[in-house]
């Protein structure tokens, strides 16, 4: 077993990066003029990379397999950023902020990366503001803050429920700017499908023109993957459903290790599946649990009377309703963090008190908020004895300013009034936290190769915070590759242009076209989505809110054959040289058919429950905490960092211990 470097810098963990900084290699202007970066992906981390780069002087090629950069999937991300502001004179700070965020990862993390991060958050927002993101403002037109799950300060900033847009045109922004510059050359609608090493070294990428069908050859002294998480292997997720992990997953053949591909995050407050029919999920924003109080009714003849539709959730009274989430964990109530509240919505689901159809939901309800709010805008606008109906209405214009967008698209998609009638929500597939091991630096095992985002493991452990995906994705673009890059950059100075008529580059372009030949000649009898959808029912079964040791084992296995069957019986139609969507599809889902044979060997490695990885042999069985998840801490303290060896089922674990000084283990209590 290889030791994992993860070459973080000595001394007292404030100081790290700034001596980091102070003291490595640099890139002068003029040299950074004869230098290329490939940037793959172009949402916030990719984007706001690719932007930052060609600022500093550096040739950007940049990739996307959208149509524009403004389409990336960032721009779904709905609630908030996060930052150590403290705007609100809460108690917030750098240190609480790395404490929440290590907590809140079930302390699977590395500590020095998660406070760097806490520590550049606070540059984020004034990046932002400058670039004009139009973030919300409180009465006094200062920057406004909402709270969000996990954490006791409110220190999430946001532009009503569309932060993740309004972040990734301030980045675009950037990024055109250097396109007319000529600093970032833009190649849309192109996928990666290969990374090229030469000497070891990443030079390049294999791409296809998905209009053209063309393969081409682009090369650079460094590449950056940054091309977002693979929840997609459910088929079922929030994710748009062209997310996958194909680059990323290519690069792990190639050599870059592929870490904690278990922890995968199930966000609580998704509109629930409504058959067998979906493509996909949506997600509703978790700043919704701000004000919005989460219950299922007490009484299981309730539920029925709901169900035949002989009542109304809204006919319950309070002393029939069970607000489980404030029951059981007082101290945050609604915010408790993502995979607490998923596992408690499902527990009270499989009890059968869910109120939909399938039985698969909860409600979420805003009777309180709108009050609350009337209330106080009552005496703001000085009305006396006002109605309930006014006190209503004036409620309802405060929720609609905060969350106005939210209810409009609950109510397109479900075709009820989420102000006359509670939401309902369920747990969904969201975010992934493992990825790409990556060292301090965000570099892969493979020299040359970075990978930031949510496509690295980095910085969440087993379950992210709401509103830090934002956060570390801007982080890493603007504030930690274009530092930790220039250091690796500085020894290719007199390396000129890299040719890509080599043999290296001959190589990886025909294993591309020899896997695309084989799609579109393949007689088989069923559709790329009929092997995605098996996967993602598997997934979801043995892989998903909770895991033990017998469904992962049999997972493995029917994984295996589903890939087996898919290489024998998939049907791709058209041609190779022609736009495509069936034959890209295909890649996708191979990749997806290795990758969750290894999610589910890692899930079975992992024999304790953290964060998004719920172990059912690893569960509190009494005291304060029975049924929550209990962490093993001496057996497993460490990312597990996979080496590919052809089968998934052959990959080989090597371990990154985590050691954690500034921070003590303890149980994640939320009572």
């Given amino acids: 077993m290889a030791t994992l470097d993860s070459k973080v810098p000595k001394g007292p963990i404030q100081d790290k990066w700034t001596d980091y900084k102070n003291h490595i290699d640099l890139v002068n202007p003029a040299n950074k003029r004869h230098i290329d970066i490939i940037v793959v992906g172009t949402g916030l981390a990719g984007g706001s990379a690719a932007a930052t780069l060609a600022e500093l002087g550096y040739n950007v090629k940049a990739f996307a397999y959208q149509d524009s950069p403004?389409?990336?999937?960032?721009?779904?991300?709905?609630?908030?950023?996060?930052?150590?502001?403290?705007?609100?004179?809460?108690?917030?700070?750098?240190?609480?902020?790395?404490?929440?965020?290590?907590?809140?990862?079930?302390?699977?993390?590395?500590?020095?990366?998660?406070?760097?991060?806490?520590?550049?958050?606070?540059?984020?927002?004034?990046?932002?503001?400058?670039?004009?993101?139009?973030?919300?403002?409180?009465?006094?037109?200062?920057?406004?803050?909402?709270?969000?799950?996990?954490?006791?300060?409110?220190?999430?900033?946001?532009?009503?429920?569309?932060?993740?847009?309004?972040?990734?045109?301030?980045?675009?922004?950037?990024?055109?700017?250097?396109?007319?510059?000529?600093?970032?050359?833009?190649?849309?609608?192109?996928?990666?499908?290969?990374?090229?090493?030469?000497?070891?070294?990443?030079?390049?990428?294999?791409?296809?023109?998905?209009?053209?069908?063309?393969?081409?050859?682009?090369?650079?002294?460094?590449?950056?993957?940054?091309?977002?998480?693979?929840?997609?292997?459910y088929f079922l997720s929030t994710n748009a459903m062209g997310s996958n992990v194909t680059a990323a997953w290519k690069i792990h053949k190639k050599g870059a290790y592929f870490a904690n591909p278990c922890y995968t995050q199930i966000h609580p407050t998704c509109i629930p599946r409504s058959g067998d029919y979906q493509s996909k999920l949506t997600l509703m924003s978790e700043s919704l649990r701000n004000d919005g109080r989460i219950w299922v009714p007490k009484h299981l003849d309730d539920v029925k009377a709901i169900k035949e539709g002989s009542k109304k959730p809204t006919d319950l009274s309070e002393d029939d309703r069970d607000y489980f989430l404030e029951r059981r964990y007082p101290a945050f109530g609604n915010l408790v963090p993502r995979d607490v509240a998923s596992r408690a919505a499902k527990e009270r689901c499989d009890a059968g008190y869910g109120v939909n159809a399938t039985g698969e939901a909860v409600y979420l309800d805003f009777a309180s908020a709108f009050d609350r709010y009337g209330k106080e805008q009552a005496k703001i606008h000085n009305i006396t004895n006002p109605t309930k109906e006014k006190i209503y209405e004036l409620g309802q214009a405060i929720v609609e300013a905060k969350y106005g967008n939210l209810f409009q698209m609950y109510e397109k998609i479900i075709d009820q009034n989420p102000y006359k009638t509670p939401m309902m929500i369920y747990p969904a597939v969201h975010y992934t936290m493992g990825g790409v091991w990556v060292d301090y630096n965000l570099m892969t095992t493979v020299p040359g190769l970075y990978c930031i985002g949510e496509a690295n493991f980095s910085d969440h452990g087993a379950n992210r915070l709401g509103a830090s995906a934002l956060m570390q994705g801007l982080a890493d673009g603007y504030f930690v590759l274009p530092y930790t890059i220039g250091d690796y950059l500085s020894e290719d100075i007199r390396t000129g242009k890299i040719p890509t008529n080599t043999k290296e580059f001959e190589e990886a372009e025909k294993e591309v076209k020899d896997k695309i030949d084989f799609f579109v000649n393949n007689k088989g009898t069923k559709s790329v989505d009929y092997f995605h959808k098996k996967l993602g029912k598997v997934m979801w079964d043995k892989c998903g809110m909770s895991r033990n040791e017998k469904g992962l084992k049999e997972a493995m296995v029917e994984i295996k054959a589903i890939r087996e069957e898919f290489w024998k019986e998939v049907s791709v139609p058209g041609t190779a040289n022609e736009m495509n969507p069936e034959l890209e599809k295909a890649g996708r889902v191979a990749d997806f058919l290795e990758l969750g044979e290894l999610f589910a060997k890692d899930a079975l490695t992992r024999a304790e429950s953290c964060g998004g990885h719920f172990r059912e042999e690893s569960a509190e069985l009494d005291g304060p905490q029975k049924g929550e998840a209990k962490r093993n801490d001496k057996d497993y303290a460490f990312v597990s960092a996979w080496e590919y060896k052809g089968e998934p089922a052959d990959a080989v674990l090597h371990k990154e211990q985590l050691e954690f000084k500034d921070i003590e283990l303890k149980q994640r209590s939320y009572k």
């Fill in 70 to 233: 403004r389409r990336a999937h960032s721009i779904a991300a709905q609630g908030g950023i996060n930052a150590a502001k403290n705007y609100q004179g809460d108690g917030d700070s750098t240190y609480r902020l790395f404490y929440d965020t290590v907590k809140g990862g079930d302390y699977r993390s590395r500590e020095a990366n998660v406070y760097r991060l806490a520590e550049v958050s606070g540059n984020i927002i004034d990046q932002c503001v400058a670039q004009g993101v139009p973030f919300a403002r409180d009465y006094g037109g200062l920057l406004d803050n909402r709270s969000f799950g996990g954490v006791l300060v409110s220190r999430t900033f946001y532009a009503k429920g569309q932060t993740g847009q309004q972040l990734l045109l301030g980045a675009y922004s950037a990024m055109n700017r250097q396109i007319a510059r000529g600093k970032i050359e833009m190649f849309n609608r192109h996928e990666m499908l290969d990374v090229v090493k030469v000497d070891g070294k990443a030079r390049g990428i294999i791409a296809r023109n998905l209009i053209t069908g063309e393969i081409e050859r682009h090369s650079a002294h460094a590449v950056v993957v940054a091309t977002g998480g693979y929840g997609n292997v």
